[in-house]
């Protein structure tokens, strides 16, 4: 497999890729990716910042928080990636809008202790208690 990939949002007008191994990727239970996507939880890749390009159309920026900016298509709302200041070197990439999203299945859960008490997850995956950043 290539580690190559490509993705974009739902009505085309903004395209990425980056180059970089589908490793690193988590189910995030935070209350804040929950409302920003709609979702009751959002899969990320954390990639290497220089990896990533975006390829067509500019993305629309949102500081949902001190330390992260969300990026989204301001035509058909997919929420794309999130970059975050505690990490400068990485984006986070959304997996929903890769173009193969079913070659990134997660290896963990984060921010756990936001989880919805009803949503049942996969017990196989390990899972990482955060700092409160709600």
Sequence with gaps: MSDLHQGGCQCGAVRYQFHAPLRDIAHCHCSICRRSTGGILVTWITVPLAAFTWLRGEPARFASSPSCERYFCSGCGAHLALFTTLSPQTLDVTIATLDQPEQAPADRHIWTESRLPWLE???????????HID
Excluded at 121 to 131: A, F, G, K, S, T
């Design 121 to 131: 997850v996969d017990p196989r995956l390990p899972e990482e208690l955060q700092e």
